[in-house]
Every structure is written in structure tokens, then in C-alpha cells.
């Protein structure tokens, strides 16, 4: 699959807007030279420090390259471990119903309409999260977490609440360096989740009313967090019978089993308040449980166990979880994803095989341990190297980490209010997939392709175009202005100012912004193309020059498939 860069020329910049580097709904090989893989602290090159900040943050700036160079992959991954999560504060608790007071009235400024906004929809949420990820210290435990969100999917179509939605993303960033049985264990109690997916006030089966447990969160725990839904190898390959078919990793006995494990729990009673079945909504702590509404009974769990009957709901709890934490698939069907939101739609079975092995023991006996799962992803011969020769390397940048690579690459700002509306315009409205499947599936495949690219799953026409708009707002129309309803809002905006020393020669310009930008991976033809379209504005006019750069660059469908 060749990339085609289709560039029509113009003098005004208007042009810029009409004649964009069109973006293919494909993967696109780029003719380069690699450049070797290696993962030692010596000799960190400019191109692979800023690949692994790409991979491992929001975006690359210049003084991460430089700082990333200087210290080292060790070093640098042990800081961004050991820094505090940045997180949500200052959500507080509401009421389940808006008082009259805090409902949308018609006018957009009114008071109540405001207090509606940022209590009872995710706006201020969705808002601090690009904050945390533009200027965020913990950019690799802000990268994990919002992989694991694209993974323990709860949404805001369902959980509108402000301080709910806080309250578990603040889990994620908590649990993205422990071990995976916590997680499995936070998730599987959090009330958030528990509302989404139906585990919350489930009760044990009642005959004299017709009554069953409800499946949803056993049904998803096991599909879509953790195992999946066939046996795997440890490379992430299907195991198959005789026949050729596919081997089920369980079956819907398995699902009912979890399913009557799951009952007897409730939200966390409000301080001050008697905790009863059941609890009213209360987003704040972890579910509580109720013997007398948890099946007794027997139960199926994964691989053939039974679990014995009289036992209390935690008992239960911790069983059944236990079972899934110790499924041989856990390491390939999690690690894989993980490779997926971090480096690269199609890692090789070998890249799988080698995350599956450290998710089993880190070295030290321990399994899922998430610190060591990430230093391999991150480490991995496939994910270091100045360049990458597979046409099928790497991935769509989707709408979040589009936005946030430009403006962190660029030294821009923002408070979060565009990048809100715009990441929605892109198909990614921050924290309300469409479904329990996220935005995009990890499995998704190309159309008329055998490769996965899971971003593409949301990209079509429209999408492709309202990236280019956003880019040339952000670059030729000065972002957005601060928003008066906002406290403390400071708009959107680029600095463009410090490459206009390079403008002179367009060329020295294409590379200054190609070595920041893509860590020197743009191809001749297109350096060449855009150097050309620079050189069409006047000289003297070095603003428009660097604009026009930017806009041509970061529009590309180089620039967009991070490799």
C-alpha cells in the first residue's frame, strides 16, 4: 500500500485548507531506512526518544527529548512511575436527581444551566482530562489509564454524573502501575461499573417471581476484560480443535456461574446514613455486599471449577476473580490490547508472546505486574528504533492523542474546552463510547485489507475532513478564545513564533518540524512537496510560511499513522 500525497497548489492560504494532505482509510508504507532497535540506556538517539515519548505520553516536547536523551529508558521510566497521578479533584458529590436549581433551563449561561454542566455531564471532566494530559507530570500513568478506560469501558451515555465519572477514572490512574488482580478487583466493585453494567443491586434468584441474576457484567468481565472469548496461545493466535474451529474459552453455563457469583452487592451507603438493600446512587467507594441477597449455591467457574455452596459474597468474590486473574489468556488477550493503545495496531506474535510472558512472571514470581507489562511493551526490540520498514507498523493516532501530540509537540495551551468538542466532532466524545465495545474494537480490520487498525473503526470521510478543519483552525484560525462560563479558561492556542528563524529555507524549515513532529520519518516526496508549497508564500511573510508547514504536515496521513 503505497502512500499517495495529493497536494493542490495555491498562493493564498486558503489554499492550505482546500488543498490538504489527504488522509486514506488505510495503513500507509512509508519508504525509510531503519535505523536498528536498540533498548540500551546508552546513546538514545533524537528520532527513538521521541518515539518513546509518543508511545508513552501525550506528545513529545523538545525538553522531554533532550531530558529523555540525557537520562536514559531506565530513568526515565522509573520517574514516570514514581510520579504522583495528577487525577481528578474537586468533583463532588450530587444528588442522583438535579434540583430545580441545576437543570439546563434553555439559556446556556443561566446558573442552572451551568450548575447542570458541570455536575450533571461530563463537560468539566472531559476538560481536565486534556489538561492533565497537556501538562500533566504522570504522562505514562495518564497514557495507561486511558487505555485501560478503552478497556474497562463505562460511559457517559449511562454515567453522567460529574463526580461519578472523576471517581473512576481517578481507579484507573491508581491501579495503571499495581498488579492486574486489583484492578480486576477495583473494577469489578466500583460502583461506576456497577451501575454501567448492571452488577449493582443484583440480586440472587427469586423462583416464586421468575427472577435470575443478571448476566451483563459476568458476560463482559469475561469477553471483553479479561480473557476473551476463545482459548488463545500465549502469541495471541486461536487455539483450534481438530476441525479447524475456534475452542471457547467458556460457555454460558461459565456466564451464568459469574453471574449468581455477582449478586448481593450494592452502592456505598452515603455518610451518615444506614447502609440497607438497597443503597440510592453513591458514586463514592466501593460497593458493598449483602449476604442475604447472594446466591448460596454452587458455581461454575472458569476452566471446569466449581465453587462450594454456603459461602459469603467476598468469598465468592475472590474465587471467582482469582479464576480469571489465572486464565493462561490473560497476558495475550491484555498485552496485546495494551501493545495496541501504546505502539502498534499489528504486533508480531513474538512481540505478544514476549508482554504475554512477563504479564505470567515479572522475574521475580509475580504475575500482573503491571510496571513490568508496560516496561516490556515499551522496551520491546518492536517498539524501539529511530525508524520502522513494515508497511504495518504502527497506528492511527486517535482523536485524544491527535490533538495533544500537535499541541505538546508545538508548546501550545489549552484548557480543555475545544479539545472537548473537537475530540467529539472526531468520532471520540472523551468517556462516552457508543457501547461496552469502546469507540473501536481491537480486532477491527481494514477494509479490503487482512490488517487491524482499530483507530480506523471511527475514521471515515467526515472525520478525515474534521481533522483537517481542526488543524487549520488551531493553525490559521488561533485555536479558540477563552470561554467567559469557565473559570480560569485560557482558550486553545499554538506558538508558532520559534520556527519563524527557519523560514527563510523552507527546506530547513520541512526538517526542523519533520525531526520535532515525526523524529525524521516523513518521507523525500512529501518533505519535498511541502518545502515546495512553503516556498509559494512571500519570504518575507515567515508567520505564514511556518503556518503552512504545520498545517501540510500535521494533516498528512504521515503524520496522522504514528509509526
Keep these: ?191 461506576v461499573m456497577g451501575n454501567y453494567l448492571d452488577m449493582v443491586n443484583n440480586d440472587k434468584a427469586n423462583p416464586a417471581r421468575g427472577t435470575t441474576p443478571n448476566e451483563n457484567f459476568a458476560r463482559e468481565l469475561l469477553q471483553l476484560f479479561s480473557i476473551g472469548v476463545n482459548l488463545l496461545n500465549i502469541d495471541g493466535s486461536v487455539q483450534t480443535d481438530a476441525q479447524g474451529r475456534p475452542v471457547p474459552a467458556y460457555n454460558e453455563n461459565v456466564i451464568e456461574g459469574y453471574s449468581y457469583l455477582f449478586t448481593g452487592w450494592t452502592y456505598p451507603p452515603r455518610p451518615g446514613t444506614t447502609s440497607q438493600w438497597t443503597n440510592a446512587v453513591n458514586y463514592e467507594g466501593a460497593m458493598v455486599s449483602f449476604a442475604s441477597q447472594h446466591d448460596t449455591g454452587s458455581k461454575l467457574v472458569l476452566q471446569g471449577r466449581v465453587l462450594p455452596g454456603g459461602r459469603t459474597p467476598e468469598q465468592d468474590l475472590a474465587d471467582g476473580l482469582d479464576a480469571v486473574f489465572n486464565h493462561p489468556n490473560v497476558g495475550p488477550f491484555i498485552g496485546k490490547q495494551l501493545i495496541q493503545h501504546l505502539v502498534t495496531s499489528n504486533p508480531s506474535p513474538q512481540y505478544i508472546t514476549r508482554v504475554a510472558t512477563v504479564f505470567d512472571n515479572n522475574g521475580q514470581g509475580v504475575r500482573g505486574d503491571m510496571r513490568a507489562v508496560i516496561r516490556a511493551i515499551l522496551l520491546d526490540p518492536e517498539a524501539r528504533g529511530d525508524a520502522k520498514t513494515d508497511p504495518n507498523y504502527g497506528h492511527l493516532r486517535e482523536p485524544a492523542l491527535f490533538m495533544t501530540s500537535i499541541l505538546r509537540n508545538l508548546g501550545g495551551q489549552s484548557d480543555g474546552v475545544y479539545l472537548r468538542s473537537q475530540a467529539d466532532s472526531l468520532q471520540q466524545n472523551l468517556f462516552t463510547p457508543p457501547t461496552v465495545f469502546n469507540y473501536f474494537p481491537p480486532g477491527y480490520a481494514i477494509p479490503g485489507t487482512t490488517s487491524q487498525g482499530p483507530e480506523f473503526g471511527i475514521e471515515d470521510t467526515m472525520s478525515a475532513l474534521n481533522r483537517a478543519d481542526f488543524v487549520y483552525q488551531l493553525v490559521y484560525g488561533g485555536g479558540a478564545a477563552a470561554d467567559s462560563t469557565v473559570t480560569g479558561s485560557t482558550g486553545t492556542s499554538l506558538d508558532l513564533s520559534g520556527y519563524q528563524s527557519s523560514a527563510a529555507n523552507p527546506d530547513t524549515l520541512v526538517q526542523q518540524l519533520n525531526q520535532q513532529l515525526m523524529h525524521g520519518t516523513l518521507s523525500p516526496v512529501a518533505s519535498a512537496t511541502i518545502a515546495q508549497a512553503v516556498n509559494v508564500v512571500p519570504a518575507t511573510d515567515t508567520i505564514n510560511r511556518v503556518r503552512m508547514a504545520v498545517y501540510l504536515l500535521t494533516s498528512s496521513q504521515q503524520y496522522q499513522v504514528e509509526r
Design 1 to 191: 500500500m503505497l502512500e499517495e500525497i495529493q497536494i493542490r497548489h495555491g498562493t493564498d492560504k486558503n489554499w492550505a485548507r482546500s488543498g490538504w494532505l489527504g488522509i486514506s482509510i488505510a495503513l500507509t508504507a512509508l519508504t525509510l531506512t531503519a535505523c536498528g532497535s536498540d533498548t540500551t540506556n546508552i546513546g538514545v538517539s533524537q528520532g527513538d526518544a521521541n518515539r518513546m515519548l509518543e508511545q508513552s505520553s501525550f506528545g513529545a516536547t523538545t525538553q522531554n527529548i533532550t531530558r529523555l536523551q540525557g537520562t536514559g529508558y531506565d530513568a526515565y521510566l522509573n520517574e514516570q512511575f514514581a510520579a504522583a497521578p495528577t487525577g481528578y479533584s474537586g468533583f463532588a458529590y450530587v444528588s442522583p436527581s438535579a434540583p430545580a436549581n441545576c437543570k439546563n433551563d434553555g439559556t446556556a449561561t443561566s446558573a442552572a444551566s451551568l450548575c447542570a454542566r458541570d455536575n450533571y455531564s461530563l463537560f468539566q471532566v472531559q476538560r481536565r482530562f486534556f489538561q492533565n494530559a497537556l501538562s500533566g507530570s504522570d504522562q505514562l500513568r495518564q497514557r495507561v489509564a486511558f487505555a485501560l478506560s478503552q478497556i474497562f469501558v463505562v460511559s457517559g451515555i449511562k454515567i453522567n454524573g460529574a463526580y461519578g465519572m472523576a471517581a473512576y477514572q481517578n481507579m484507573l490512574l491508581q491501579d495503571a502501575f499495581g498488579n492486574f488482580r486489583d484492578l480486576l478487583n477495583d473494577v469489578t466493585l466500583s460502583p
